[in-house]
């Protein structure tokens, strides 16, 4: 026993656990100590690092993995908005101006340009497409709201999607349109999966 001679606080043994390291991607039994692995490898080991008040776990030759925590996410589509403009705590034009622009020009060839994180007050009136243009007009950008349910566009990502007109939509999905007959900006009120399809399908997601 060693750990500053307490032990483990929690022995997991006979077990097949998955690493996720190239260089040791196998093992098994696992020392967990304050909430921490701090140890994997052999059940032998493993077993060294017991203590009087070690708990133990037989994991019956199951897997063992590293713990997944998350909420809500949506595990492919947070990991694909990695490489997005991140917009949240942006408010004010100027401020998201300056974000997108300069996100921009890190990209120039970049099909489609997409913002995510949005909040619906990020600027004092309803975000039209005619602020987006005014920011990027010659570019396809499009950013969704923190929530996923609304994504607005600027008039040349409309275009290019073959949006700006309107289009017919699944249930639960809007594209919004204004009075003369052509989107303010905002093209949904969309289920998750279906929230930026219509632009970044058609377009090409290229925002790497």
């Not at 005014?134 to 566009?153: G, L, V």
């Not at 093209?187 to 930026?196: G, K, L, P, V």
């Amino acid at each position: 026993m060693s750990v500053a001679d307490g032990g483990a606080d929690l022995v997991v043994v006979n077990g097949r656990v998955l690493t996720m390291d190239d260089d040791n991607p196998a093992a098994e039994a696992v020392a967990v100590k304050d909430g921490v692995i701090i140890a994997i490898g052999s059940r032998a080991s493993i077993e060294e690092l017991k203590g009087s008040a070690t708990k133990v776990v037989d994991a019956q030759s199951g897997s063992v993995l590293p713990g997944f925590i998350e909420a809500h996410m949506h595990l492919f589509g947070g990991a694909a908005e990695l490489d997005n403009l991140h917009l949240v705590g942006v408010h004010g034009f100027d401020a998201l101006r300056d974000a997108i622009q300069g996100f921009a020009a890190k990209r120039p060839n970049a099909r489609l340009l997409i913002g995510a994180g949005v909040d619906y007050a990020i600027l004092p009136e309803p975000v039209t497409r005619h602020h987006l243009d005014r920011i990027i007009p010659d570019r396809p950008f499009a950013m969704s709201a923190s929530d996923h349910h609304t994504m607005w566009a600027n008039t040349k990502a409309l275009e290019e999607a073959g949006l700006l007109n309107g289009k017919q939509v699944g249930p639960g999905n809007e594209i919004v349109m204004g009075a003369d007959g052509l989107p303010p900006a905002n093209c949904a009120r969309a289920r998750h999966s279906d929230r930026s399809s219509s632009i970044s399908g058609r377009i090409g997601h290229g925002s790497a």
